[in-house]
């Protein structure tokens, strides 16, 4: 049976729509008002970051908001409970370091997500080979556990990992950190193209989607993008407002873009 996020995101596709999920830092100044902003203006979910001291898959913009908000003193418990005060009308999923999962318990965690309202969690640096405690915790939560793969994943390796996501497949669009590029990379769109082919589950590309224009290409072979750099972004520079026009931005591009990948 499909979790609320999975759900969320299967209907919404098989209606025709390109999906759009936004990646907001939480504990930065102003994030809860962005996770809002982004909700009303076409966000399909939304992805709330959990700070980290040393996050490996993020790059410069990333890195510098989780160091924002851990000087403003933000930990994994008070960004769960300032959640569970968000109704922002869509699923929220919490992307996190299997640290912060460890150091809780599994089990702990993932009864803290689900008490949170938080509906599924993203662990970048938890392998197909190591999740398995993890993601029966989870599971047996009701948190959903989105995989991740990379452009380097063989067929067979991609559609075992597409076997044991939940929620969404996330393929990350380019090898290296999160950050904005100038151009989205071929290889997004050559490993989305596999990824449909291996999996019925929502395909999201991340990773170097960078703008309304690569979202709109992006959209293009997958069901949906996540974008994170370009938003947290606008964030720190402009504050909430500017990442709801941001995602209204990106909303109209994909509307407007047509959807080979569904038909």
């Not at 979790?3 to 209907?11: D, Y």
């Not at 409970?81 to 992307?95: F, H, Q, Y």
């Not at 395909?203 to 989607?209: I, T």
């Not at 500017?242 to 407007?256: F, H, K, L, M, S």
């Amino acid at each position: 049976m499909s979790g609320v996020l999975e759900s969320h995101l299967r209907a919404r596709r098989d209606a025709g729509r390109a999906l759009l999920v936004p990646y907001v830092t939480g504990g930065l100044a102003g994030w809860a008002d962005a996770i809002r902003a982004a909700a009303a203006h076409g966000a399909d979910a939304i992805e709330v970051g959990i700070p980290f001291s040393d996050p490996v898959m993020d790059g410069p913009v990333i890195q510098a908001a989780s160091e924002r908000a851990l000087e403003a003193g933000a930990t994994p418990v008070s960004i769960l409970d300032e959640l569970r005060g968000i109704d922002a009308g869509v699923p929220v999923a919490v992307m996190c370091y299997y640290n912060t999962v460890h150091s809780m318990g599994h089990e702990r965690f993932a009864a803290r997500l689900a008490s949170s309202g938080v509906s599924a969690a993203i662990v970048p640096d938890l392998s197909l080979e190591e999740v398995a405690p993890w993601a029966i915790a989870a599971d047996g939560a009701g948190v959903e556990t989105v995989m991740l793969v990379a452009p380097t994943s063989p067929d067979e390796r991609l559609a075992t990992i597409a076997a044991r996501s939940r929620g969404f497949l996330y393929t990350v669009g380019l090898l290296g950190v999160t950050g904005e590029r100038d151009e989205l990379a071929s290889t997004a769109v050559a490993l989305a193209s596999r990824a449909k082919r291996a999996t019925d589950l929502p395909v999201l590309v991340g990773v170097g989607v960078s703008n309304a224009a690569q979202a709109a290409e992006a959209v293009g072979v997958a069901d949906g993008v996540v974008q994170g750099a370009s938003v947290v972004r606008r964030l720190m520079e402009h504050g909430p407002d500017a990442v709801g026009e941001y995602v209204a931005e990106v909303r109209a591009a994909i509307d407007a873009a047509g959807h080979p990948a569904r038909g």
